[in-house]
């Protein structure tokens, strides 16, 4: 199996992956998602809803190289035309192990901007609790 199906499959079992049309909508309208990933063989209809969901943020949508019935299996179903990813770092890894991925290269710039800004909020809030419970004061 393909290392990009594989991160699918592990996001689905981590619960950081929404399958499906509406899920994927759900999501992307709180805001929640990072990339929505359209299988090569869904239609032109659901490859426009998917730009839909994402227009306006930066959030990002892209067309895989993997067909509706490789992109379902990885997940335990006969298929699946579209997803939203829930986690930057779980996006970006699999945008990264995609074939072809030198195509997603704006896609991949905005994730890894976001991951860098989560680690170093992340980061900041280790400090900060590190400070609370030895009561330092800034």
Known sequence: MDKALNYVA???KG????LGEEPAN????TGKGYLVAVASDASDHTWRRAKSFVA???QQAIRIPYTKEEFGFV???????????????MALAFLKALPGSEKYTREAEILEAKHQKLRQRQKEAKAHQRNVRTGKKK
């Open 10 to 12: 592990l996001a689905r």
């Open 15 to 18: 619960g950081l992956i929404e």
């Open 26 to 29: 759900a999501i992307t309208r």
């Open 56 to 58: 306006g943020t930066e």
């Open 75 to 89: 997940v335990g179903r006969t298929s699946l035309a579209i997803a939203a990813f829930t986690d930057v770092a």
